[in-house]
C-alpha cells in the first residue's frame, strides 16, 4: 500500500471500501481474542512448574523455619540472589510479598503519611500530603498503574516526553529545579512499558545529580524487566550507586519482582532504596505485617539454586518463546503500514510490549472498532496520566499472552481497524 495521502481521491475511496470490506469480513467471523494483556502465555509459565515442586525441605538458612513468623524484610539468601543479579545492595533491601506494585503503593503511602528522609539523608522531610499536591513526572507513554498509584494519594501528574534513550531530562531538569512540589519521577529503565527502550547511563546520570527544589525528590526506578531481554542483552545502570555518588544516597526507590520471571501474582516482590530510608520502612512494615509468606521466597531461591546465572539461563528460555511473537507482529506491522504513513513504531529492545502510534485522533477509534470485530486492545489513552493521550494516537500492543494463530488473528483485526478509522478519520465519511 502506498503512502495513502499522495493517492488520488479516487484510489483513496477505493481503499477505504477495500478496508471496510475487510473489516466488514473480519467481524463476521464473531472472533473473541485478546491482545491487552501484559502476561506470559501457559507457553511460557510451563517453564516455571519446577518450582511448585521445588520445596522438599522447609528450612532456609539459619534454620529459618520458612512455615513460621518472621524475618520481616526476606529471607537473606533470596537477598544474595537478587543482590547478584540485579546489582543491589542485600543490606539495603526488602524481599517479600508477591508484587512490586504492593511495594510502590507502600512507598507513597510512607512518603504521603509519614514522611521520610530526603534524598541527602540528613535530615526527615514532612508527608507530603501536607502543602501544595505533590508533582509528579511521568514519561510518557508510560504504565498506567504508575500513574493510577501517584493520582491514588493525590499526587499531580505531569507528562513529560519519552525519548528513545529515557525521559527528556531537559524538561525534568528544568520541572524540578523550579518548583519545590515537584517530589519525584517515574522511571522503568530497562525495556520501558510501553515502548520497550532502555535508558542510557547518561540519562541516568542526569537522574543522580539532578539538582531539584524539593529536597525529597526521588526516583522511583521500577526495573520490572531487568532481565527480561529479547534479543541482545542491556543491563540498567546502576542507579543506587549513582546516586550514593552524586550526594543523594536516598533519592532512589528500586522496585523488581520475579511476576514475569516465574508466576505473575505468586512471585517475590522486592524494594531497595538508601540506608535511612530503607530502616525507616522496615518500621512501617513491621506494623503491617509480622512477615511475607516465606514459603515462595525459599522456593524461588532453590528453583535457581541461589545462582543469579540460573535466573539468566531460565530468562534465555522463555526469551525463545517470546521472540517469535514479538517478530511475528512486526512483521506483520511493517508488511501492512510500511511506507503507508498511517502507522509508525519503535523495535522494543526487549520487555513485554510494542508501542505503536496511529493517526492522531485515532486511537480511540481503533481500540473501539477492533473491541467490536472480537479483539480486545488496551484502552486506548491507558499509556497516559489520566487515561488522556493528548493526541488520541498511542496503543500498547502486549503480544506475550496469545499463541501464534490467535495473534495472526488479533493482528489482521488491528490492522483492518488501524486502516478503516485512519482512512474514514481522513476522508471525513
Ligand atoms: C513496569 C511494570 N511494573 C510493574 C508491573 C507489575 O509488577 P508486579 O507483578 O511485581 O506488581 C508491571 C506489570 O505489567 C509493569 O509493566
Known amino acids: 500500500m502506498p503512502i495513502w495521502s499522495e493517492l488520488g481521491k479516487k484510489d483513496q475511496q477505493e481503499l477505504l471500501a477495500e478496508s471496510r470490506a475487510r473489516y466488514d469480513g473480519l467481524k463476521a467471523r464473531s472472533l473473541r481474542l485478546d491482545l491487552s494483556r501484559g502476561k506470559p502465555g501457559p507457553d511460557a509459565l510451563d517453564f516455571s512448574n519446577g518450582i511448585l515442586g521445588a ?245 524461588t531461591v532453590r528453583f535457581f539454586d541461589g545462582k543469579a546465572e540460573n535466573v539468566r539461563l531460565h530468562m534465555t528460555k522463555l526469551a525463545k518463546v517470546l521472540r517469535p511473537k514479538f517478530e511475528f507482529v512486526m512483521d506483520r506491522l511493517d508488511a501492512e503500514f510500511g511506507g503507508t504513513g498511517l502507522l509508525s513504531y519503535e523495535r522494543p529492545l526487549g520487555g513485554y510490549f510494542i508501542s505503536v502510534d496511529v493517526p492522531e485522533g485515532c486511537a480511540k477509534k481503533v481500540v473501539e472498532i477492533a473491541s467490536e470485530a472480537g479483539a480486545a486492545l488496551t484502552p486506548a489513552g491507558a499509556t497516559f496520566p489520566y487515561g488522556k493521550d493528548p493526541k488520541d494516537s498511542n496503543i500498547r500492543i502486549a503480544p506475550t499472552f496469545p499463541s501464534l494463530e490467535d495473534l495472526a488473528d488479533t493482528l489482521d483485526i488491528f490492522c483492518a481497524s488501524v486502516k478503516l478509522a485512519a482512512l474514514e478519520k481522513y476522508l471525513a465519511v
Open 55 to 299: 520445596l522438599e525441605d522447609y528450612h532456609a538458612e539459619g534454620g529459618i523455619d520458612v512455615r513460621n513468623y518472621g524475618v520481616v524484610d526476606g529471607l537473606p539468601e533470596l537477598k544474595r540472589l537478587f543482590a547478584d543479579l540485579l546489582g543491589v545492595p542485600a543490606g539495603n533491601m526488602i524481599v517479600g510479598g508477591n508484587s512490586s506494585l504492593t511495594h510502590m503503593y507502600n512507598t507513597f503511602a510512607m512518603l504521603y503519611l509519614f514522611g521520610a528522609p530526603d534524598g541527602m539523608g540528613d535530615m526527615d522531610c514532612r508527608p507530603w500530603h501536607r502543602g501544595d499536591a505533590a508533582k509528579i513526572l511521568c514519561p510518557v507513554p508510560g504504565y498506567d498503574r504508575h500513574f493510577n498509584l501517584s493520582a491514588d494519594f493525590g499526587a499531580k501528574l505531569v507528562n513529560i516526553p519519552m525519548e528513545k534513550d529515557g525521559p527528556d531530562m531537559d524538561e525534568a531538569e528544568r520541572l524540578a529545579a523550579s518548583d519545590p512540589s515537584v517530589k519525584g519521577i517515574w522511571v522503568v529503565p530497562l525495556y520501558s512499558n510501553p515502548a520497550g527502550s532502555v535508558l542510557s547511563r547518561e540519562k541516568a546520570l542526569r537522574l543522580a545529580c539532578m539538582k531539584a527544589a524539593a529536597p525529597d525528590f526521588r526516583v522511583f526506578w521500577d526495573n520490572a524487566y531487568g532481565v527480561h531481554h529479547l534479543w541482545e542483552e542491556h543491563e540498567a545502570p546502576d542507579i543506587l550507586s549513582m546516586c550514593c555518588e552524586a550526594g543523594y544516597p536516598e533519592r532512589a526507590f528500586y522496585f523488581f519482582s520475579t511476576s514475569k520471571v516465574n508466576f505473575p501474582g505468586s512471585g517475590v516482590g522486592l524494594v531497595a532504596t538508601g540506608p535511612k530510608t530503607i530502616e525507616r520502612m522496615k518500621v512501617h512494615l513491621k506494623l503491617q505485617t509480622i512477615g511475607f509468606d516465606k514459603i515462595p521466597q525459599l522456593r
